[in-house]
T-cell receptor, first 120, second 113 residues
Framework: EVQLVQSGAEVKKPGESLKISCKGS????????IGWVRQMPGKGLEWMGI????????RYSPSFQGQVTISADKSVSTAYLQWSSLKASDTAMYYC?????????????WGQGTLITVSS | DIVMTQSPDSLAVSLGERATINCKSS????????????LAWYQQKPGQPPKLLIF???TRESGVPDRFSGSGSGTDFTLTISSLQAEDVAVYYC?????????FGQGTKLEIK
């Protein structure tokens, strides 16, 4: 079965660092791009950025550039999203999703989401 | 960035009736070299991740019921549910994948009247 499995929910304090993961299985991980999408409580979907699993070529939305870091480790078929210093406004659900061609395909498989709560 | 604007923000339709959701892009997402519109529709039910319904503006994803259809070209697109079922209650999003940053519409909440 083709799937993306994300790491579990996190509760963190402002200023803390965090790295969440998205593990692909059932397909050739290095053939696809993995994108990250934010959904703040009760709000819509926001495209954060995307990484090509084969060579870690990464593109960011200007809204998220410098705020997060996207990385991947093809040896374990996993993509990551990390923060160096969390803010309360980072509280949201974060989804990963795969895309066969950058700017050439839709997100056809999504992870189940990782809920991040940042509160003092 | 390409701005995607959906209308309406919310919609209530009776069971068995047609539901229509519109999506407008701030610039064309039609790639002239292959005549394809780089536009997708997703369905998100409460507590679930989004699910791909339609890509290339009008191609249904495998397993999606044929009551869902997509149409439009260039900057104006429509998602139509021909006969609303109870399980179609969800929020629907359009997305352009023509250029980065890829962008989503704000969502349309579909409910039963």
């Amino acid at each position: 079965e083709v799937q993306l499995v994300q790491s579990g929910a996190e509760v963190k304090k402002p200023g803390e660092s965090l790295k969440i993961s998205c593990k692909g299985s059932g397909y050739s991980f290095t053939r696809y791009w993995i994108g990250w999408v934010r959904q703040m409580p009760g709000k819509g979907l926001e495209w954060m950025g995307i990484i090509y699993a084969a060579d870690s070529d990464t593109r960011y939305s200007p809204s998220f550039q410098g705020q997060v870091t996207i990385s991947a480790d093809k040896s374990v078929s996993t993509a990551y999203l990390q923060w160096s210093s969390l803010k309360a406004s980072d509280t949201a659900m974060y989804y990963c999703a795969r895309q066969l061609v950058l700017n050439g395909a839709a997100f056809d498989i999504w992870g189940q989401g990782t809920l991040i709560t940042v509160s003092s | 960035d390409i701005v995607m604007t959906q209308s309406p923000d919310s919609l209530a339709v009776s069971l068995g009736e047609r539901a229509t959701i519109n999506c407008k892009s701030s610039q064309s997402v039609l790639y002239s070299s292959n005549s394809k519109n780089y536009l997708a529709w997703y369905q998100q039910k409460p507590g679930q991740p989004p699910k791909l319904l339609i890509f290339w503006a009008s191609t249904r994803e495998s397993g999606v019921p044929d009551r869902f259809s997509g149409s439009g070209s260039g900057t104006d697109f429509t998602l139509t549910i021909s006969s609303l079922q109870a399980e179609d209650v969800a929020v629907y999003y359009c997305q352009q994948y023509y250029s980065t940053p890829q962008t989503f519409g704000q969502g349309t909440k579909l409910e039963i009247k």
